[in-house]
């Protein structure tokens, strides 16, 4: 608050949605162009666009990362992210259809995986980490 004025301010905040979604006893993870660890998957993840409500983007992220229609998003939790102002929102949802087809801008590659095969994924410290603990518990 300005001690002047009493101006309240609030910093502005740029949301980003991270999805766990299920296929029978398979989650969907992807490895990002930019990831600095060439062999770390993790769960999609995406920023919301303006006037967009978090499940919209959900469904738009998922499917324009890896050709895969969603249903039944659950939220899971938030986390701050790293990036000064972003907020981390965590989601689970349930494949409906479609065939894992990438976009090569943001993703290397995709695929189902099995709680038993993971790859490389992200410490459990991150919401990313989490939502995979959550899948192996919920779906081994």
């Known amino acids: 608050m300005c001690p002047k004025c009493n101006l309240i301010n609030y910093p502005r905040i740029s949301p980003a949605i991270i999805t766990a979604v299920v296929k029978d006893k398979q989650i ?4 990002g162009v930019n990831f600095p660890n060439k062999k770390m998957f993790s769960v999609l993840a995406g920023f919301v666009e303006p006037g967009e409500a978090l499940e919209e983007c959900v ?6 990362e890896a050709g895969i229609n ?13 990036f000064p102002g972003s907020l981390m929102i965590g989601f689970t949802a349930e494949y409906e259809s479609g065939k894992i087809t990438i976009d090569t801008q943001e993703i290397a590659e995709a695929g189902w995986f ?3 095969n993971l790859p490389i994924i992200p410490g459990k410290q991150t919401l990313a980490g989490e939502l995979i ?3 192996v518990q919920n779906h081994s």
């Open 133 to 135: 603990k959550w899948f």
């Open 70 to 82: 969603i249903k039944n998003i659950q939220y899971f939790k938030s986390q701050s992210w790293p």
């Open 114 to 116: 099995k709680a038993e």
């Open 28 to 31: 969907l993870l992807g490895r």
């Open 59 to 64: 469904k738009r992220e998922i499917f324009e």
